[in-house]
């Protein structure tokens, strides 16, 4: 079946330092979104992706969605002490209404 | 304008027992997906309902249904419960026409089985 693999598992950074998570589908997605959870919160919808190769920014955060469309990434630069959670990228399959959560990033921010 | 609500935000059963959690999904939206967060992980897709059906389903066994009410409001349902059933029961909800088909969740549902 189809698989959303994320990497790290995990990031500690410095404040200050960028971040970035990264997202594989083993299938061909339709859609990739961008959820970021707080500790003891619920999933928060950043973004969501559909273009091949589509590149999108809020602020300090840029999101990316591979030509193949199989694979994307969140890059946050200068983290900051607010960015602490998980960030979780979420495919939906072309062809279907089933969205498949990546394990998720969690993100540590030294101050 | 109400966000998406889930009822109870805790419970506790003992294995073998019946739950049923319910969902109001965020105002204008018809589309209701549920998910299962077992502690560390991402969430896992149970169910999706749109227009009283159920869509689509993951790998979840037969133990878990669903009901969608004529309000788009919704209903999980877990038979026989699991010690492995514990979780955070996440619902989210949509808009099935949206362009941008961004997922509204609720707080959950954290179920413990004992």
């Known amino acids: 079946g189809q698989q959303v693999m994320q990497i790290p598992q995990y990031q500690h950074v410095q404040e200050g330092e960028d971040f970035t998570t990264y997202c594989n589908s083993s299938?061909?997605?339709?859609?990739i979104q961008w959820y970021k959870q707080r500790p003891g919160g619920h999933p928060v919808f950043l973004i969501q992706?559909?273009?091949?190769?589509e590149v999108k920014k809020q602020k300090r955060l840029t999101f990316q969605f591979g030509e193949a469309k199989k694979n994307s990434s969140l890059h946050i630069t200068a983290t900051q002490t607010t960015d602490v959670g998980t960030y979780f990228c979420?495919?939906?399959?072309?062809?279907?209404?089933?969205?498949?959560f990546g394990a998720g990033t969690r993100l540590f921010v030294k101050a | 304008d109400a966000g998406v609500t889930q009822s109870p935000t805790h419970l506790i059963k003992t294995r073998g027992q019946q739950v049923t959690l319910r969902c109001s999904p965020k105002?204008?939206?018809?589309?209701v997906s549920w998910y299962q967060q077992a502690l560390g992980q991402g969430p896992q897709f149970i169910f999706q309902?749109?227009?009283?059906?159920?869509?689509q389903r993951g790998n979840f066994p037969d133990r878990f249904s669903g009901h969608q009410f004529p309000n788009y409001s919704s209903e999980l349902n877990v038979n026989a419960l699991l010690l492995g059933d514990s979780a955070l029961y996440l619902c989210?909800?949509?808009?099935?026409?949206?362009?941008?088909?961004?997922?509204?969740f609720g707080q959950g549902t954290r179920l413990t089985v004992v």
């Open positions: 992706l559909v273009k091949s190769g």
């Open positions: 309902y749109y227009e009283e059906e159920e869509r």
């Open positions: 105002s204008g939206h018809d589309t």
């Open positions: 979420a495919g939906e399959s072309t062809g279907g209404f089933k969205t498949i």
């Open positions: 989210a909800s949509s808009l099935a026409r949206a362009l941008n088909t961004e997922a509204f």
């Open positions: 299938t061909t997605l339709s859609n």
